[in-house]
T-cell receptor, first 115, second 112 residues
Framework: AAGVIQSPRHLIKEKRETATLKCYPI?????VYWYQQGPGQDPQFLIS???????DKGSIPDRFSAQQFSDYHSELNMSSLELGDSALYFC??????????????FGEGSRLTVL | SQQGEEDPQALSIQEGENATMNCSYKTSINNLQWYRQNSGRGLVHLIL?????REKHSGRLRVTLDTSKKSSSLLITASRAADTASYFC????????????FGGGTRLMVKP
């Protein structure tokens, strides 16, 4: 079965650079969530989108922005990168209301290293 | 953690033994879920228990929920080396969506 696809899987950037992470949800899933997991930490919710509109916002820094496109894929843009942004970034998706069991389907994550 | 705490933070057992992990949360919930994460990999959903349920089973997994104590436990019976992973509880506090708030995680090591 198709899963959530994230790219790139690994990314190395210098401080103050920008980075873009991409997420392709499971087909027919209309909601996308972004989570950040620092080393040894629990995942922290950043932001979510439903039908291309922002639905919830968590602890996402102002330097980060995200959007969901017409094909439901989502991109997380990170600017002025700091050392503390080094983390695993997960995308998750859920289907529409009638198929929604409450479970989030996670991708394998994108590991960002800021040097 | 903003929503939950897990204990123990790390657990080491022998294959065949049972593993129990506990989770506490702070606000009223819609449901509570448990996820598994192999090192550096994605999170895999294990089981979901709704706020009006007290116990749920799935294979070797047993989850309990005590809303009066705002706590949940995950029991893995007859553990296997392949169960070695981190286990997170996550609570849904938003009835309009699936936004989850994760707890601190328990690192389980099952020795062959």
């Amino acid at each position: 079965a198709a899963g959530v696809i994230q790219s790139p899987r690994h990314l190395i950037k210098e401080k103050r650079e920008t980075a873009t992470l991409k997420c392709y949800p499971i087909p027919r899933h209309d909601t996308v969530y972004w989570y950040q997991q620092g080393p040894g930490q629990d995942p922290q919710f950043l932001i979510s989108f439903y039908e291309k509109m922002q639905s919830d916002k968590g602890s996402i820094p102002d330097r980060f922005s995200a959007q969901q496109f017409s094909d439901y894929h989502s991109e997380l843009n990170m600017s002025s990168l700091e050392l503390g942004d080094s983390a695993l970034y997960f995308c998750a998706s859920t289907p529409g209301a009638t198929m929604n069991t409450g479970e989030l389907f996670f991708g394998e994550g994108s590991r960002l290293t800021v040097l | 953690s903003q929503q939950g705490e897990e204990d123990p933070q790390a657990l080491s057992i022998q294959e065949g033994e049972n593993a129990t992990m506990n989770c506490s949360y702070k606000t009223s919930i819609n449901n509570l879920q448990w996820y598994r994460q192999n090192s550096g990999r994605g999170l895999v959903h294990l089981i979901l228990i709704r706020s009006n349920e007290r116990e749920k089973h799935s294979g070797r997994l047993r989850v309990t929920l005590d809303t009066s104590k705002k706590s949940s436990s995950l029991l893995i019976t007859a553990s296997r080396a392949a169960d070695t992973a981190s286990y997170f509880c996550a609570s849904s506090i938003n009835n309009a969506g699936n936004m989850l708030t994760f707890g601190g995680g328990t690192r389980l090591m099952v020795k062959p």
